[in-house]
Every structure is written in C-alpha cells, then in structure tokens.
C-alpha cells in the first residue's frame, strides 16, 4: 500500500521562485493537510482540506496556496518563495472519526525546502 | 497561548530507566489525543492513542487528565531504539484539526 505520497523529497529555490509540492494518498480519506516543521519546532499547519473542492486556512497559510480538486491529491503551492518558507513539509491525511481516537493522521516522508 | 505545550527536554536517562513526559492543552473542548514518534527528519509516527480510561501498549503508558486538561506518557525499561521526539497531539474535532506539541526529546544512553 502506498499510503501517503509526497514529491520531491528535496528542493533548492532560489528566493522568488516558485514551486509546487506534491502530495497523494490512496486511502480515500477525506481529510488532508499540509504542514510545515522548523528546525527544532513542532508541526504547524498551513492548510487543510475536509473533501474535495474545500480548503481552508491553519495556523501559517502566508505564502502558500492549495486546491483539492479530488480525493486523491492536495498539492501546496508557493508563489513567490522566500527564505522564511525554508522548512520540512510534511503532507498528511486522515479519515473522519467519531472522537473514539480512531482519527490517525498518516503522513508522508515529508520534503525539505530550502529557499536561498 | 499555545495549544499544546511540551517540555522540550532533553530528557536523558540510561537504558532500563522508567521516564515520562507531561503535555497541556488550551482547549477544553478537545476530544481526541495521541502521542507520535518523530525520529530525526523522518515523519512521524502514531505511537499510541490516548484513552480517558487510560492506556498501556507493552512498556508505553498513555493517561489522560480532563480536568487539568494534560496527558502523560510513561516509558518503562528504556531502550537505546526509544531515542526520538515525542510529539503531543491534540484533535479539536473541529474539522478534525490536529495540534501538535513542539515535542520532547529523548536520549536513552548505554
């Protein structure tokens, strides 16, 4: 099973670039999101999908823009890059729980940006 | 303030030590909470579900305190492969949103 799918798993940009992380899963879950983790920080969340053709904003959506036009995919867009967007990207997914603790995310291997 | 908070450590215990970390969260309405494992630039990785009744899974013991809104997680018999960050995570149920911790990291020595 493949579970969780992101590409590339690294990338240099030079400051004003743009890019496109990839990210699919093959689960048909529901819910999927985009974080980002720091050197030494945990895990803030960029955007986040609850189906296909809804997204919404988390904590840090500056700089980035999404589109979830499937179940499948949800891939993360950064326009103008700069090096504050230097960080570990990690996709994620998960289905709907009922609040038993059954809403695992499951995670791809994540992607580091660096932006020089 | 923050929605989970952790204490980064780190802790640093020979093997065999029993260690445990604490984790609070800010939102009282938060309905579910778990513990992953993050190793270094890896992703991380469900260790375990945190129940209101409490949990064990082999040497790992999650509990959960509502009132004081903290969960814990106790390692028991620390092993060199226990070495990692552990991250604290919280689910609001709102549009099933995770909150993670800034984690704790964990040193088992020889």
């Known amino acids: 099973n493949a579970g969780v799918t992101q590409t590339p798993k690294f990338r240099i940009l030079k400051i004003g670039q743009s890019m496109t992380l990839q990210c699919t899963q093959d689960m048909n879950h529901n819910y999927m999101y985009w974080y980002r983790q720091d050197p030494g920080m945990g895990l803030k969340l960029i955007y986040y999908s609850v189906g296909a053709g809804i997204t919404d904003k988390g904590e840090v959506p500056n700089g980035y823009n999404v589109s979830r036009s499937t179940t499948e995919d949800f891939p993360l867009r950064l326009e103008l890059a700069a090096p504050s967007q230097t960080s570990v990207y990690f996709c994620?997914?998960?289905?709907?729980?009922?609040?038993?603790?059954?809403?695992?995310?499951?995670f791809g291997s994540g992607t580091q940006l660096s932006v020089l | 303030r923050k929605e989970v908070e952790q204490d980064p450590g780190p802790f640093n215990v020979p093997e065999g030590a029993t260690v445990a970390f604490n984790c609070t969260y800010s939102?009282?309405?938060?309905?579910?909470f778990f513990w992953y494992r993050q190793d270094c630039r890896k992703e991380p990785k469900l260790l375990m579900s945190?129940?209101?009744s409490g949990n064990e899974d082999g040497r790992f013991t999650a509990q959960l305190n509502r009132a004081s809104q903290y969960i814990s997680l106790l390692i028991r018999d620390s092993k060199l492969s226990d070495s990692a960050t552990y991250l604290c995570?919280?689910?609001?149920?709102?549009?099933?949103?995770?909150?993670f911790g800034s984690g704790t990291k964990l040193n088992v020595k020889p």
């Open positions: 945190v129940y209101s």
């Open positions: 995570v919280v689910n609001t149920y709102n549009f099933n949103k995770f909150y």
């Open positions: 939102n009282s309405a938060s309905q579910s």
């Open positions: 994620a997914s998960s289905y709907s729980g009922t609040g038993g603790g059954d809403e695992k995310l499951f």
